[in-house]
T-cell receptor, first 114, second 111 residues
Framework: SQTIHQWPATLVQPVGSPLSLECTVEGTSNPNLYWYRQAAGRGLQLLFYSVGIGQISSEVPQNLSASRPQDRQFILSSKKLLLSDSGFYLC?????????????FGPGTRLTVT | DAKTTQPPSMDCAEGRAANLPCNHSTISGNEYVYWYRQIHSQGPQYIIHGLKNNETNEMASLIITEDRKSSTLILPHATLRDTAVYYCIVSGTGANSKLTFGKGITLSVRP
């Protein structure tokens, strides 16, 4: 069976510090991978998605970047965090079976920038 | 992808059916309707999807109008654990198609 891991679960970082969030998927190959952010009290915002190694599409210009160094690894990074980067970060992978675009989400990382 | 419109919130009594509406008047012929839900502090969970026929699974039923401009998610016997934000999403079938989550509808199930 497939599983998705995210770490850390919670993180408190000062403004201006770097960020690295990691997501790995097990039990599937060549998945589509996604990074979402959910600010407090708001909906999910798609940040990046990837259809393969080294292929990253950015949805929103921002202070963040993403990389996919391996098939089942997706990393979200920032060189200098801003207060507005606080939020709940979710990684997801998707299976494409005919019409179905079912996404499976990880447990998330709650980031607080102070 | 077509945009969806949902009321911000609704509530229902435990054990009764919860009918969650969604408008998607600009949906195109090859776009599907998806429903996900997000329980507080967790990632969204897939519920059901459909194209034009009504669909049912162990979690819910999806009723799509004949003109496909609106749909209703039905939770037949709501429980307190169904309290969550429910997202109605319209998406195509291309390999790069994405799910765009709006604000959803907050369902509160009361005892």
């Amino acid at each position: 069976s497939q599983t998705i891991h995210q770490w850390p679960a919670t993180l408190v970082q000062p403004v201006g510090s770097p960020l690295s969030l990691e997501c790995t998927v097990e039990g599937t190959s060549n998945p589509n991978l996604y990074w979402y952010r959910q600010a407090a009290g708001r909906g999910l915002q798609l940040l990046f998605y990837s259809v393969g190694i080294g292929q990253i599409s950015s949805e929103v210009p921002q202070n963040l970047s993403a990389s996919r160094p391996q098939d089942r690894q997706f990393i979200l990074s920032s060189k200098k965090l801003l207060l507005s980067d606080s939020g709940f970060y979710l990684c997801a992978w998707s299976v494409i079976r005919g019409s179905l675009r079912e996404q499976y989400f990880g447990p998330g990382t709650r980031l607080t920038v102070t | 992808d077509a945009k969806t419109t949902q009321p911000p919130s609704m509530d229902c009594a435990e054990g009764r059916a919860a009918n969650l509406p969604c408008n998607h008047s600009t949906i195109s012929g090859n776009e599907y309707v998806y429903w996900y839900r997000q329980i507080h502090s967790q990632g969204p969970q897939y519920i059901i999807h459909g194209l034009k026929n009504n669909e049912t699974n162990e979690m819910a039923s999806l009723i799509i109008t004949e003109d496909r401009k609106s749909s209703t998610l039905i939770l037949p016997h709501a429980t307190l654990r169904d309290t969550a934000v429910y997202y109605c999403i319209v998406s195509g079938t291309g390999a790069n198609s994405k799910l765009t989550f709006g604000k959803g509808i907050t369902l509160s199930v009361r005892p």
